[in-house]
């Protein structure tokens, strides 16, 4: 952490001194049906996660947190940080969050639904309806908060009925689902996805969207 805070120092400088932050991050917590939590304290460690970052260092950078963002000194910029976030009810998210703008965001989501099953997968399967279905139709599903850090989409097929389906080693979270053809995607919905158990999305309608 010593080095790591030696290479923020120099390139902050002695101008950065103890200037305010008026660059922020929005951190928004999310259970796993949607609901926004509330963020009692924001811890800043290093990369890896180990060490927290000394007093002297946050404010030199300008790091505050307050509703719900973490501000910092644009001389922070292209930092990345590991942050401890401890959430309301009692419970504790860790963030990796690189500062690479003046404001952002970076969602994260807390717990998972889960049937119960002893399965590495989940299938999420409906109908869709409202469109003539050829070739080179798709969808694909994505955690709707969280899953920055990548590894989390997953992209099935739509038969020419219109049925689809799309397996992979989803959490039980509130998904995104993306229906396209070629490279136009044309709607998207959200799902409670429950790991393991039935995922019957049913009938999507789509009536006005569909490919010219």
């Known amino acids: 952490m010593a080095a790591l805070a030696a290479a923020w120092l120099m390139s902050c400088g002695l101008a950065c001194g103890a200037q305010r932050g008026n660059c922020f991050v929005d951190l928004p917590v999310y259970d796993v049906r949607g609901k926004r939590l509330e963020i009692k304290k ?16 946050r404010d030199e950078l300008g790091f505050e947190f307050r509703d719900g963002r973490l501000y910092f000194n644009p001389k922070a910029f292209g930092s ?44 999420v399967r409906g109908r869709l309806q409202g469109c003539v279905i050829g070739e080179d139709w798709w969808v694909r599903t994505m955690p709707m908060h969280g899953g920055a850090e990548g590894g989390v989409a997953f992209e099935g097929l739509v038969k020419k009925s219109g049925e689809f389906s799309v397996g992979g080693s989803m959490r039980g979270e509130r998904q995104l689902l993306v229906f396209g053809h070629g490279r136009e995607p044309l709607k998207v919905i959200a799902f409670d996805v429950t790991e393991g158990g039935k995922n019957d999305v049913g009938v999507v309608d789509l009536t006005g969207a569909c490919p010219r």
Do not use: F, Y
């Not at 890896?48 to 970052?53: K, Q, S």
């Not at 009692?90 to 998972?112: D, K, P, W, Y």
């Open 80 to 123: 990345v940080l590991q942050l401890q976030l401890d959430i309301v009810p009692e419970g504790v998210v860790h963030q990796l969050v690189g500062l690479l703008e003046c404001e952002s965001r970076a969602s994260a989501q807390v717990g998972q639904l889960h049937s119960g099953a002893d399965v590495w997968a989940s299938v």
């Open 42 to 57: 924001v811890t800043i460690r290093d990369r890896e996660g180990r060490d927290e970052m000394p007093k002297k260092l």
